[in-house]
T-cell receptor
Framework: AQKITQTQPGMFVQEKEAVTLDCTYDTSDPSYGLFWYKQPSSGEMIFLIYQGSYDQQNATEGRYSLNFQKARKSANLVISASQLGDSAMYFCAMSPLNTGGFKTIFGAGTRLFVKA | GAVVSQHPSRVICKSGTSVKIECRSLDFQATTMFWYRQFPKKSLMLMATSNEGSKATYEQGVEKDKFLINHASLTLSTLTVTSAHPEDSSFYIC???????????FGSGTRLTVV
């Protein structure tokens, strides 16, 4: 069975500092993709970053980087130089790549508060 | 980039009526779209997988007759909440993606309130 665990229901970070949002997963699929999404109060879901299970390097997208540790089954999101606009809900997600169905499961989410 | 348009963004309906929510992929074709439901302060719950030209695949516990899904074309999937009740009030969101290595693109969501 697949499972995504985000153990931090809420996080606070000072503006301009870096913050790490934790995500661990469990899957029996040999190949999978890991995603992070941001959900502001408006409700929309914004794709942030993607990491394939066979990718050799950790993914980076601007201020976002994914600390992928396959052996530990963790895919933590690192946000550098936090901005007030980063305050939102963040979801970690996983999708198997070998089924073609592209099904994705989501973690419970972490609410990030950026303080001025 | 890939864009998914979802309408309406908000809808209030009377108990017992039906509501249709549309999800369109604007600049790509999506043979598969997904419908999620989100309760306040909770994660997304996958309701069903919408397959173009065939029946939708529903997750366990989701009533097929209440949540009708139609995926008539490669760019449009609809979710109809039939005979809505106040407990159906929620935030519904659809998603699709261009290929296996791209992120999912989500619609802007629909906040349904049944009174």
């Amino acid at each position: 069975a697949q499972k995504i665990t985000q153990t931090q229901p809420g996080m606070f970070v000072q503006e301009k500092e870096a913050v790490t949002l934790d995500c661990t997963y469990d899957t029996s699929d040999p190949s999978y993709g890991l995603f992070w999404y941001k959900q502001p109060s408006s409700g929309e879901m914004i794709f942030l970053i993607y990491q394939g299970s066979y990718d050799q390097q950790n993914a980076t997208e601007g201020r976002y980087s994914l600390n992928f540790q396959k052996a530990r089954k963790s895919a933590n999101l690192v946000i550098s130089a936090s901005q007030l606009g980063d305050s939102a809900m963040y979801f970690c997600a996983m999708s198997p790549l070998n089924t073609g169905g592209f099904k994705t499961i989501f973690g419970a989410g972490t609410r990030l508060f950026v303080k001025a | 980039g890939a864009v998914v348009s979802q309408h309406p963004s908000r809808v209030i309906c009377k108990s017992g009526t039906s509501v249709k929510i549309e999800c369109r992929s604007l600049d790509f074709q999506a043979t598969t779209m997904f419908w999620y439901r989100q309760f306040p302060k909770k994660s997304l719950m996958l309701m069903a997988t919408s397959n173009e030209g065939s029946k939708a695949t529903y997750e366990q516990g989701v009533e097929k007759d209440k949540f009708l899904i139609n995926h008539a074309s490669l760019t449009l999937s609809t979710l109809t909440v039939t005979s809505a009740h106040p407990e159906d009030s929620s935030f519904y969101i659809c998603s699709a993606r261009m290929d296996s290595s791209s992120g999912y693109t989500f619609g802007s969501g629909t906040r349904l309130t049944v009174v």
